[in-house]
Structures are given as structure tokens and as C-alpha cells.
């Protein structure tokens, strides 16, 4: 039950190579730069959008692993305050990378929730000043019960 980045998803478990081999998780984890299997080992804990700040700022968690896991809330959650929560946290521990600009642009494009879409555009307009002006211009222009 441990797996790379790529095959976290119960759907894609045909990783190639045994995590579980120390030489084989330094070779994959030195390509990818990117330490996920500590984020998935969170998941295993009754969290919280309150326990990853607090992971956060005690520096036992890093911002790409508050990403993840963030990330996963907002697309695995029927609670709407949860998924709000968790969206409103990227902007309060500055989590400021392209996999949050595209997480908040689907919750903008796509999410049935109005208070969900609401968060998604105040945050996005508040963290990606520059990059967001593109997408909330496009709402403006098309979508008006995306900022109702």
C-alpha cells in the first residue's frame, strides 16, 4: 500500500518499481524532486483543513504536500464548508503554484456551488493577481451566476 505520485490513485496501482526498496524510492523521489508519499501518509490520520495549517506552519508538512492534500478535499468532499475551507487555505498559507491556479480555475469553471465558485474567484484574484485576469474577465463576459 505505498505507491509513487503518478500511481496514487486506486485506479492507476501498476507502478513499475517497489516503493518500498530504499535505493528504488531515492532514485524515483531524486527525478521527481517531489516527497508525495509523506502527504498520502497524512491521509491515513483523521485530518483536517486545520491540521494541514498546523502541519504547515510546524514545518512537518511542505506547501506541495498542503497542495495535494488540499486539493484532494475540494475534488473528493460533499461538505461544501470543507471544500470551501480548503480553498480559502491556499490563499492563507500561501500556496501559490500551478496546481493551485488550476484547481481554483476548475472550481471557477465548473463547480455546481455558487459559494464554492464565489471562494474559488475571491482567492484566485487575491493570490494570481496577474495570471487570473483571463479567466475572471471570461466570467464577466459569459458566466454571470458564476459571481452572483
Given at each position: 500500500m505505498i505507491f509513487c505520485s503518478k500511481h496514487r490513485i486506486p485506479e492507476n496501482h501498476d507502478c513499475?518499481?517497489?516503493l518500498r526498496k530504499s535505493s528504488e524510492i531515492e532514485v524515483s523521489l531524486?527525478?521527481?524532486d517531489?516527497?508525495?508519499?509523506?502527504a498520502l501518509d497524512f491521509m491515513n490520520k483523521d485530518l483536517t483543513v486545520a491540521k494541514i495549517y498546523d502541519y504547515v506552519t510546524t514545518k512537518q508538512m511542505n506547501n506541495l504536500e498542503a497542495t495535494e492534500l488540499l486539493i484532494?478535499?475540494?475534488?473528493?468532499?460533499?461538505?461544501?464548508?470543507?471544500r470551501r475551507i480548503s480553498i480559502q487555505a491556499f490563499k492563507v498559507l500561501e500556496l501559490k503554484n500551478d496546481f493551485v491556479f488550476n484547481t481554483l480555475e476548475s472550481c471557477i469553471l465548473s463547480d455546481d456551488n455558487p459559494i464554492v465558485r464565489k471562494t474559488a474567484i475571491d482567492v484566485?484574484?487575491?493570490?494570481?493577481?496577474?495570471k487570473s485576469k483571463t479567466i475572471l474577465k471570461w466570467i464577466r463576459k459569459n458566466d454571470n451566476k458564476s459571481t452572483s
Open positions: 513499475p518499481f517497489d531524486n527525478k521527481l517531489v516527497l508525495y508519499q509523506d484532494y478535499f475540494i475534488e473528493n468532499s460533499d461538505d461544501i464548508d470543507t484566485i484574484k487575491n493570490i494570481f493577481p496577474k
